[in-house]
């Protein structure tokens, strides 16, 4: 069941893409299009999985830090990703942690997975200067890498959870975008649609309709676990774009991920009222 976890954070956050753009009316986030954001320090979000009756685990995103370097300003980002206990052969627990500039661009992505006995990880470094990632994996808790691999790259990238944050950067922007990004050591393509619809949706830990901005999107390759084809979402409409639902399908049908738990300075879901 770890496609409901890993396929999340890539909804929120789009999906894979490199190539060029076939069409005039779709956006590619690249150096010259790319927008200023700011993320609360010490936010965070935490959300519920669940699959028709049952509910499968729960995703917690923090903003840990910013950074001002000489060059530009990053973002040091977590998720934390855990399955409910007592759900029948299911015991999963992973993080992913990334390093984004202010333009979300990932310069620095690890993924720990965690066992019983042991940490694994794999860690994405982005050298754009050379137009490569070095990607090196192994045991954390020895210390030992075990393996080194190289992509090269054209453009400047995302990773899977700074991709969670370029959604709600370009949440208001009413045009079809295309995301460059790097998952599992391989490109790919998606494309996601913020069309501007305003409606209410109703979740079950917010006891009133929450005014939201609907999207949605196609990831255009079959992903970890059978991630493949529509999805959609729909996030705050507000300032904050904090996301509060999304579906999306998967091997064995359509999963929803609600907005559970969130600490956030000021902020409380906006109620949604009909004009």
């Known amino acids: 069941m770890k496609e409901f976890f890993f396929s999340f954070i890539l909804f929120l956050s789009i999906i894979n893409s490199t190539g060029l753009l076939g069409k005039d009316n779709k956006i590619k986030i690249s150096n010259s ?41 990053v973002y040091k980002t ?35 997975i965690k066992s019983s006995s042991n940490i694994d990880f794999i860690t994405f470094n982005f050298d754009y200067t050379n137009k490569r990632v070095v990607f090196e994996s192994g045991d954390l808790i020895k210390n030992v890498v075990k393996q080194t691999d190289t992509l090269q790259i054209d453009t400047l990238s995302q990773d899977g959870l700074s991709l969670f944050f370029l959604a709600r950067a370009y949440l208001f922007s009413n045009d079809t975008i295309v995301a460059p990004t790097i998952m599992i050591g391989k490109k790919g393509n998606a494309v996601i649609n913020f069309y501007g619809k305003r409606k209410g949706v109703k979740i079950k830990y917010i006891d009133y309709p929450v005014d939201v901005i609907e999207f949605n999107g196609n990831a255009n390759f079959v992903g970890v676990y059978g991630f493949t084809g529509g999805f959609e979402g729909w996030f705050s409409n507000d300032e904050a ?7 999306l399908k998967v091997l064995i049908g359509k999963v929803k991920v609600e907005l559970k738990e969130w600490k956030k300075k000021d902020w409380i879901p906006p109620r949604y009222k009909e004009n």
Do not use: C
């Open 33 to 73: 299009n790319s927008i200023n954001t700011e993320f609360e320090v010490g936010e965070e979000l935490i959300y519920n999985v669940s699959y028709l009756f049952f509910n499968l685990g729960e995703i917690k995103i923090k903003v840990i830090d910013k950074i001002r370097e000489p060059e530009r300003t």
């Open 78 to 112: 977590v998720a934390y990703i855990d399955s409910y206990k007592g759900i029948p052969f299911v015991n999963l627990h992973e993080v992913y942690e990334s390093i984004f500039d202010q333009k979300i661009y990932s310069y620095w992505f690890r993924e720990l």
């Open 241 to 247: 774009r904090v996301p509060i639902m999304a579906k």
